[in-house]
C-alpha cells in the first residue's frame, strides 16, 4: 500500500465562489487545517505586487519569518511521525490564507519540502495542490 499525503493551499476568501465546474468553493476537508491569515501580511508590500508563493521573492519573504518557518517544519515532523506510526494511507493538510496566492502557497511548499527531506525511505508520496493560486484576489 502506497501511503499519500496530500497539502492543498487555498484562500478564505473564495469560500462561497463558484470554481469553473460550478462548484461551490469550500474549505478544503482535512485532517490538519492550518489558517495562516494573520501571519505575515505581503499583501502591502509593492515589490510582490502581483507574485505568489511560487516566486522566490514571496518564498523567501515568508519564510523570514521565524513564526512561519517552524510552523511549516512542525507541521511536517509531526505528520512524518503521524504517517510513520498509524496504519494511516492517505493524509491531507489544508493550508488557507485570505486569498490563497502567498503566505499558504509558501507554507504549503515548505512543508513539502521538509516531508520530502524527512521521506528518505519513500515511505510516503507527497502531492501539493494550490487550489486558488490563478483566481482574482478579492479586496
Given at each position: 500500500?502506497?501511503?499519500?499525503?496530500?497539502?492543498?493551499?487555498?484562500?478564505?476568501?473564495?469560500?462561497?465562489?463558484?470554481?469553473?465546474?460550478?462548484?461551490?468553493?469550500?474549505?478544503p476537508e482535512a485532517d490538519i487545517t492550518?489558517?495562516?491569515?494573520?501571519?505575515?501580511?505581503?499583501?502591502?508590500?509593492?515589490?510582490?505586487k502581483g507574485l505568489t508563493g511560487l516566486?522566490?521573492?514571496?518564498?523567501?519573504?515568508?519564510?523570514?519569518?521565524?513564526?512561519?518557518?517552524?510552523?511549516?517544519?512542525?507541521?511536517?515532523?509531526?505528520?512524518?511521525?503521524?504517517?510513520?506510526?498509524?496504519?494511516?494511507?492517505?493524509?491531507?493538510?489544508?493550508?488557507?490564507?485570505?486569498?490563497?496566492?502567498?503566505?499558504?502557497?509558501?507554507?504549503?511548499?515548505?512543508?513539502?519540502?521538509?516531508?520530502?527531506?524527512?521521506?528518505?525511505?519513500?515511505?510516503?508520496?507527497?502531492?501539493?495542490?494550490?487550489?486558488?493560486?490563478?483566481?482574482?484576489?478579492?479586496?
Amino acid at each position: 500500500m502506497i501511503k499519500t499525503i496530500r497539502i492543498i493551499s487555498f484562500g478564505y476568501g473564495h469560500v462561497g465562489e463558484k470554481d469553473e465546474n460550478d462548484t461551490l468553493l469550500t474549505v478544503p476537508e482535512a485532517d490538519i487545517t492550518l489558517d495562516v491569515r494573520r501571519m505575515l501580511p505581503v499583501s502591502d508590500d509593492p515589490e510582490l505586487k502581483g507574485l505568489t508563493g511560487l516566486d522566490e521573492a514571496v518564498y523567501e519573504r515568508v519564510l523570514a519569518s521565524a513564526v512561519a518557518r517552524s510552523l511549516a517544519v512542525q507541521t511536517a515532523v509531526g505528520t512524518h511521525m503521524l504517517m510513520d506510526d498509524t496504519e494511516l494511507a492517505h493524509l491531507t493538510i489544508a493550508v488557507g490564507c485570505f486569498g490563497g496566492r502567498r503566505r499558504a502557497v509558501v507554507i504549503a511548499r515548505h512543508i513539502g519540502t521538509r516531508l520530502a527531506e524527512l521521506n528518505i525511505e519513500d515511505a510516503y508520496a507527497i502531492a501539493i495542490e494550490h487550489r486558488d493560486l490563478a483566481r482574482t484576489p478579492q479586496s
